[in-house]
């Protein structure tokens, strides 16, 4: 049978079977309609463009907990200008990484909705897709304008571009750059073999390749920060770039994954909702960060109800994952569990992975007039004190993640073609251990120093 030939059966057995009716297309169509209705952009970006720190700046945004070293001995002895800072520092930090994670949802959104588009049945789906990247410009847009402005208020313009910042920075380009350099080709050859490869995995399934890949076909699009940036190199994602745009079992298993985008803001982002109504109801001033967030809540909860839908539902529409579709899936859940979610930070709340990759951040922070431009002897003094022993902020990101590990474990507990290791989600589970958090954060640590004062 020709490839047009199973579509053509798939078209049939969806008037056949009456599809339209099954429960997850009344969600979609409902959540596109109620999304659209609602749609809160507008509003997000009106509060980005009039922000002024200055007028926010003698309220905590959000929960004190919400704070940069939260529960750390520096946190105990900060003056109250110092822990205000670090409540909007936090806020700063975990929007500047959705905005990350926002502009790697935009670039997938519109791979597998390319690829549902050649699935009969699926045009609201699309439809859906394709508004929540609308929506995602706008967000990230907002995140950024508040971000840049905070940052300049408290740390100033030095805090873009400070010396070790750019030693730091410059050693991770030389590296990327020496990959490619020694070979000039390899990219090209990469390519190529991916390609290759993915065609050969996905024979018969041709029919079904992304719109949206077939208008990028020079270089492969991947994409770098944010959770992806977390969890493999762009090389990875651009092989998952073809996968997810090859497939509709795979297109939509790349949903599983933004649910635990979703899932991961919401961990923080309730909270700041949850303010944004207690403020409201007492008539009292809320802060436009906190406003952001309860706005952007509201617009995401049509993004989680899609992930979930797509992830739990529509994929059970589509031919059985072959064996190489589960074990990539499963590659994929344990890379995400490994990079994003498997460790426990000691300064950061709601932040499941090791401080070694924040630890030049946080000597900016205590180095910047901030906290008084600390010598280099105290800075290391005092990160040493919060990031390698216990303190109460492990405490309370252990709460976090005991909170997020429930709920993605109901989440991908539905999901049959896992692993037990990923349906479980036995490395995040692991990573919820103080100890070991500051095991090796000490190893992490004294090799920091030792690059600091070398
Ligand atoms: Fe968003
Ligand atoms: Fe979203």
Redesign the pocket.
């Known amino acids: 049978m020709t490839t047009t030939n199973v579509l053509n059966e798939k078209n049939k057995d969806f008037t056949l079977f009456g599809d339209k009716h099954k429960k997850h297309f009344q969600v979609i169509e409902k959540t596109y309609q109620n999304n659209i209705e609602s749609d809160y952009t507008d509003k997000i970006e009106a509060l980005g463009k009039d922000f002024d720190y200055s007028s926010n700046s003698n309220h905590f945004w959000g929960d004190r907990e919400l704070s940069t070293l939260y529960g750390t001995p520096l946190y105990q002895q900060a003056s109250h200008a110092q822990k205000l800072a670090l409540n909007h520092l936090y806020w700063v930090g975990q929007y500047q990484h ?1 905005a990350s994670a ?1 502009a790697n ?1 935009m670039l997938y959104n519109q791979i597998t909705s390319g690829v549902f588009a050649h699935v009969g049945g699926y045009e609201t789906l699309c439809q859906e897709l394709d508004f ?1 990247t609308t ?2 410009r ?3 847009n907002t995140f950024h304008k508040i971000g840049y402005k905070t940052k300049i208020a408290l740390l100033g313009k030095e805090s873009f571009g400070n010396p070790l910042h750019k030693k730091l920075n410059n050693q991770t380009q030389n590296n990327l750059l020496d990959k490619f350099q020694k070979f000039p080709n390899q990219e090209e050859i990469q390519d190529f073999t991916f390609r290759l490869i993915t065609k050969l995995m996905h024979q018969g399934k041709e029919n079904y390749y992304s719109e949206y890949l077939k208008h990028k076909s020079d270089s492969i699009p991947t994409t770098t920060g944010g959770l992806a940036g977390i969890t493999a190199s762009p090389s990875v994602f651009k092989y998952l770039s073809l996968n997810w745009g090859s497939s509709p079992f795979l297109a939509a298993q790349y949903y599983s994954v933004r649910m635990v985008a979703n899932m991961s ?1 919401k961990t923080y982002e309730y909270h700041y909702y949850k303010q944004f109504r207690d403020l409201d109801r007492k008539g009292e001033f809320v802060p436009t960060p906190i406003a952001v967030s309860y706005y ?1 809540l509201l ?2 909860s049509f ?1 989680t109800t899609m992930s979930q839908t797509i992830a739990q539902e529509v994929y059970k529409d589509f031919p059985k994952p072959t064996m190489y579709e589960k074990l990539l899936s499963n590659v994929v859940i344990l890379l995400l569990q490994r990079g994003l979610l498997s460790g426990l930070s000691a300064a950061l709340p709601a932040t499941f992975r090791d401080d070694v990759n924040f630890m030049p951040s946080y000597y900016r922070l205590l180095t910047s007039p901030l906290f008084n431009k600390m010598s280099q002897e105290d800075a290391l003094h005092w990160m040493e004190k919060c990031l390698c022993e216990e303190h109460e902020g492990f405490h309370v990101n252990l709460k976090y993640q005991q909170t997020l590990l429930n709920d993605l474990r109901r989440f991908f507990g539905h999901l049959e073609y896992l692993w037990p290791v990923n349906r479980e989600m036995r490395l995040m589970a692991e990573g919820g251990s103080i100890e070991k958090a500051i095991k090796r954060n000490q190893i992490a640590f004294q090799q920091f120093a030792s690059s600091v004062t070398a």
Do not use: A, N
């Open positions: 959705t926002e949802t929540e929506q995602e706008h967000h990230i803001l952007h617009d995401e993004h």
